[in-house]
């Protein structure tokens, strides 16, 4: 963003919102905002090119009474360097702007592509390298209940996670089949898969299909749910007292920012709502004072989003969940794992939902930084269409 155009922004702020018309104050806050250092990601085989993320002008006027978050680094003449979005907040509030402006869609079946891979330590003879290891799953699901749900998915193989376990691999001969293990679950057994992808499978089923957001609803409730803020979290939080002391692998009680965090991210993923619902999830974590911003990230697809973490939900394995009493599945690493949330707010969608290394532990080949698992949502809408008429 150009030094005019944080000029404009900062025109557009009604001036009875600033208690202290300080100037002084607003370069202090823009110097501690570009102070603040951005983790780089790990190099990935392919490289694309991706579009920059920024906060719309027309967005970021409506949030701009949050605050003057989008900074440019370099200062002066607005080109000496990229563009990073540092304030949750506000990050939310322009994807909510975006969301709350689509056109009412509508459709007979909620269509999702996704992109699910988790990343694992494999073995070729001595070799040891990581790869990652992807499903995508396409989904055509009826908004009308008794209606046929139909899905196509495909393994796309044990692919290379870096330029170096590529250079591994093949090393090792570059072998059509390799073991691999997770490198949490390190009492399991390894297991042999394919570095080629599998044949695509459709299947279709008549069923109501169940989305989780605290409890089991059908699409007909989420279509129901309210398009405020307010009356959105008050809804969430009626189930929030079932789930308090624990969320699926987490083992601990939850307050309540983390499990709305948990709950707003299947609204704004997956889930077959209304644009104004997904605005109203937007908002809802706006206020979550927890969430924290982390910059720019890069999707395994090339896209580019802002970052999000609720900044108390980690896991680590170093807790008393690691003692003696051992089982097949525990988590014995002693890495500490977060879960971020890439959202576009130029677009008002989420991109991936991602669960990152935050501190190594003794799986030294996954350093603070690597993906562990990552969710990509490459599609959602509406379709009036499904396999069955192609």
Do not use: C
């Not at 290891?133 to 870096?162: F, H, N």
């Amino acid at each position: 963003m150009t030094r005019n155009a944080m000029d404009r922004l900062a025109a557009a702020r009604p001036a009875e919102l600033d208690p202290e018309p300080d100037a002084r104050r607003r370069e202090r806050d823009i110097l501690d905002a570009i102070s603040q250092p951005s983790r780089p990601r790990h190099p990935h085989k392919r490289t694309r090119t991706v579009r920059r993320v920024t906060l719309g002008l027309a967005a970021t006027a409506t949030v701009a009474v949050a605050a003057a978050a989008v900074v440019t680094n370099g200062g002066g003449g607005g080109t000496g360097g990229p563009e990073r979005t540092l304030d949750a907040r506000t990050v939310l509030l322009a994807a909510a702007d975006h969301a709350d402006r689509e056109p009412a869609a509508s459709g007979m079946y909620w269509h999702l592509v996704r992109l699910d891979t988790h990343y694992q330590r494999a073995r070729s003879g001595k070799a040891t390298y990581k790869v990652a290891m992807s499903r995508r799953t396409e989904t055509w699901t009826p908004i009308t209940p008794g209606k046929e749900q139909w899905v196509r998915t495909q393994e796309l193989g044990a692919v290379s996670a870096t330029p170096a376990d590529w250079a591994a691999w093949q090393r090792a001969g570059a072998p059509d089949r390799v073991q691999v293990q997770s490198p949490t679950l390190i009492l399991t057994s390894p297991r042999t898969v394919s570095t080629r992808p599998g044949k695509v499978s459709t299947s279709h089923q008549r069923y109501e299909p169940r989305y989780w957001i605290g409890r089991d609803v059908t699409t007909k409730q989420l279509r129901a749910l309210p398009e405020t803020p307010r009356g959105l979290r008050s809804w969430l939080m009626r189930f929030y007292a079932k789930n308090r002391n624990g969320l699926g692998a987490v083992r601990r009680p939850l307050h309540a920012d983390e499990y709305l965090f948990q709950v707003g991210k299947v609204l704004v993923t997956e889930a077959p709502v209304t644009a104004k619902v997904r605005a109203a999830t937007f908002r809802m974590l706006a206020a979550l004072g927890s969430v924290k911003a982390l910059g720019e990230r890069t999707d395994s697809q090339g896209r580019t989003g802002v970052a999000l973490e609720l900044q108390s939900f980690f896991f680590s394995s170093s807790g008393p969940d690691s003692g003696d009493d051992r089982r097949s599945g525990d988590d014995l690493s002693g890495l500490t794992s977060g879960q971020e949330l890439i959202i576009d707010p130029d677009t008002g969608r989420a991109l991936a939902d991602e669960t990152i290394v935050k501190a190594e532990g003794r799986a030294k080949d996954f350093p603070a930084g690597s993906r562990l698992a990552s969710s990509v949502f490459i599609e959602q809408g509406w379709s009036n269409t499904s396999p069955a008429a192609r």
